[in-house]
């Protein structure tokens, strides 16, 4: 069974800095594609960043170009996201999602349960 | 970027009855179109993709259509544990984009 857990997520100021991480579990990691995916308080969903198996190339919204960096350690089956200068409007639940499909066509298949990242002073 | 509008904001039905959900990209995503459900406080689920693939799984009451830049997802006879906020997203190009979702809820 596919697992993905998120962590690394809380309070932070506008300005700083959190690594957020997704283990997973259940699958051959490292042929996968994976993105990051987050969802604001009360809002829709927002696709954050993906990353190959290779880990190249690499795509990212651009709200969070030149703040956020995707990347991934296939031997410890893990999927980080490294995020900072952080913003208010930064503040949601993250999801790390596998891909399905063919390439460069992927969908999100499976879903984490998200960790909460909070912008704040 | 490929804006995606679903239509309508929140749509008010009667369980047992059919739900019709509308998707449009603001330019052509071919047939790379998955539409997503979403509960209260649970993780977004697959439903479709391929804009008429039903995901492992699901019940044969969903079915979704379309293709270039109009989709439908539609729920032959809604069920209680229907009630959800659904959402479609392309695949055809990046940035990736979701509309901005449908609220079906009871009537």
């Known amino acids: 069974e596919v697992q993905l857990v998120e962590s690394g997520g809380g309070l932070v100021k506008p300005g700083g800095s959190l690594r957020l991480s997704c283990a997973a579990s259940?699958?051959?990691?490292?042929?996968?594609?994976m993105n990051w995916v987050r969802q604001a308080p009360g809002k829709g969903l927002e696709w954050v960043s993906s990353?190959?198996?290779?880990?190249?190339?690499?795509y990212y919204a651009d709200s969070v170009r030149g703040r956020f960096t995707i990347s991934r350690d296939n031997a410890k089956n893990s999927l980080y996201l490294q995020m900072n200068s952080l913003r208010a409007e930064d503040t949601a639940v993250y999801y790390c999602?596998?891909?399905?499909?063919?390439?460069?066509?992927?969908?999100?298949?499976?879903w984490g349960q998200g960790t909460l990242v909070t912008v704040s002073s | 970027e490929i804006v995606m509008t679903q239509s309508p904001a929140t749509l008010s039905v009667s369980p047992g009855e059919r739900a019709t959900l509308s998707c449009r990209a603001s330019?052509?995503?071919?047939?790379?179109l998955a539409w997503y459900q979403q509960k209260p406080g649970q993780v977004p689920r697959l439903l479709i993709y391929?804009?008429?693939t039903r995901a492992t799984g699901l019940p044969a009451r969903f079915s979704g259509s379309g293709s270039g830049t109009e989709f439908t997802l539609t729920i032959s006879s809604l069920q209680s544990e229907d009630f959800a906020v659904y959402y479609c997203?392309?695949?055809?190009?990046?940035?990736?984009?979701f509309g901005q979702g449908t609220k079906v809820e009871s009537k």
């Open positions: 391929g804009a008429s």
């Open positions: 999602a596998t891909s399905a499909g063919s390439y460069p066509n992927y969908y999100f298949d499976k």
């Open positions: 330019q052509s995503v071919s047939s790379n």
């Open positions: 259940g699958f051959t990691f490292s042929t996968y594609s």
């Open positions: 997203q392309q695949y055809n190009d990046w940035p990736r984009t």
């Open positions: 990353i190959t198996s290779t880990s190249s190339p690499i």
